[in-house]
């Protein structure tokens, strides 16, 4: 039993190391992103938790990190009192804990972001996470960030970002204003990027929000966006 557990453990970690390695090469960045990543593991559903786990991986500013989640208990929603902000690069955020559940990040009708994405945060990817009830669900002012497998919900923005982004195989629903707002007040380069893929974006105020210099290079493709 322990070595079947053992074999599970190191299958799972190596997807979390492929899910990254994509990413990169979607963006052509080379990447030390190897077995050497620090876990952390949340276990209980306070918000102290997660926000600890958060801090240590901010304290490998370069990574790489993993940041997973094993429940004691079947309560799996963690409720917010300010935003989450992750200011490292090469990290990712896994919120499946292995029983067929994920975790929920509720920001109980707030005003704040629910995880913010800092603009020296490259590389960084959020899967199996369910984001509701906070302004944006996620704002990215990063480069290079990946969200796979999650849900956006009954925010004002799913999803907004500065920076080039994949979403993949999310769903964005219920969102007050937009489901997806690629916006940057400051101008664009041609490095920025937007790509959606594999996605519902259904029922929000808008559906995907793209300023015009940068719809250049961006891709959407294979979704479902249907009343927005």
């Known amino acids: 039993m322990k070595k079947e557990s053992l074999k599970n453990s190191n299958i799972a970690m190596k997807k979390i190391y492929t899910d990254l390695l994509v990413l990169l090469t979607i963006f052509n960045v080379e990447s030390s992103f190897a077995a050497d990543a620090d876990t952390i593991i949340v276990t209980k559903e306070y918000e102290s938790d997660i926000r600890s786990a958060i801090e ?16 004691r208990s079947s309560l799996h929603t963690i409720k917010l009192s300010e935003p989450l902000v992750l200011t490292a690069s090469n990290t990712v955020i896994d919120g499946y804990d292995g029983s067929n559940s994920t975790a929920v990040l509720d920001g109980v009708d ?5 995880i913010k994405i800092d603009k020296g945060a490259s590389n ?55 489901g ?15 790509f959606v893929k594999n996605s519902v974006i259904a029922s929000n105020g808008g559906g995907i929000s793209v300023s015009i210099p ?5 891709i959407i493709e294979n979704n479902l966006i249907y009343s927005n």
């Open 56 to 71: 240590k991986a901010n304290a490998r500013p370069d990574g790489p990190n993993v940041i997973l989640f094993k429940f």
């Open 110 to 114: 707030s005003t704040f972001v629910g």
């Open 124 to 178: 960084v990817v959020l899967k199996n996470l369910t984001i509701k009830n906070c302004s944006d669900g996620v704002f990215s002012d990063a480069n290079g960030t990946l969200l796979s497998n999650c849900k956006l919900e009954n925010n004002i923005n799913g999803v907004r970002s500065y920076g080039r982004i994949v979403v993949d195989g999310c769903s964005i629903t219920n969102n007050e204003s937009n």
């Open 180 to 194: 997806i707002l690629f916006h940057h007040p400051g101008g664009y380069s041609k490095s920025d990027t937007l």
């Open 214 to 218: 940068a719809a250049e290079g961006s």
